[in-house]
């Protein structure tokens, strides 16, 4: 290696924070994990406790699949999350499109708005989120 190279890798690598990049790895590996189960819990506890005639669709792996890109940029990204609204609105256009927007989009309002509040609340128990959310102060 020459000289020249010599001196630029070291200085690459003295401005290298490995402690500071593991911990910012770690921190973003918890906050994933975390959002994961927040998720599982929101879908569950809204389809056992609250709307258990959405049980078959919430509960459902792909059907929970379908918005999860929004979630993870919402909420790991900083990318603006969905409201109730436009979260039933993502659902019924996944669920069966025009038809299931006009028979059941008052409803699945409600139904993601209850979910919205699981999900936020579950998060704000994680310190790795309290950033990210308006949360109440214990």
Same mark, same amino acid.
């Given at each position: ?8 890798? /070291?200085? !690459?690598? %003295?401005?290298?924070? !490995?402690?500071?990049?593991?911990? +910012? $790895? +770690? ?5 994933? /994990? ?7 819990? $929101? *879908? ?5 406790? *609250? *709307?258990p005639r959405? +049980?078959? *669709? ?29 979260? $039933?609105?993502?659902? %019924? ?11 059941? !989009? ?18 704000? +128990?994680?310190p790795e ?6 949360? $109440?102060?214990?």
């Open positions: 290696m020459n000289s020249v190279t010599e001196q630029t890798w /070291k200085r !690459i690598i %003295a401005g290298l924070d !490995i402690k500071q990049a593991v911990h +910012a $790895a +770690a921190a973003r590996k918890a906050q994933r /994990k975390a959002l994961r189960e927040a998720l599982i819990w $929101a *879908y569950t506890v809204s389809a056992r406790d *609250y *709307y959405w +049980a078959s *669709y919430l509960l459902d792996p792909d059907f929970q699949a379908l918005g999860a890109h929004h979630f993870r940029d919402c909420y790991l990204k900083g990318v603006p999350c969905l409201d109730p609204t436009g979260l $039933a609105g993502f659902w %019924a256009d996944q669920l069966g499109g025009w038809w299931m927007r006009q028979r059941h !989009i008052d409803e699945l309002v409600v139904v993601a708005s209850r979910f919205l509040r699981c999900l936020e609340a579950d998060l704000c +128990a994680h989120f309290e950033s990210n959310l308006h949360c $109440a102060a214990p």
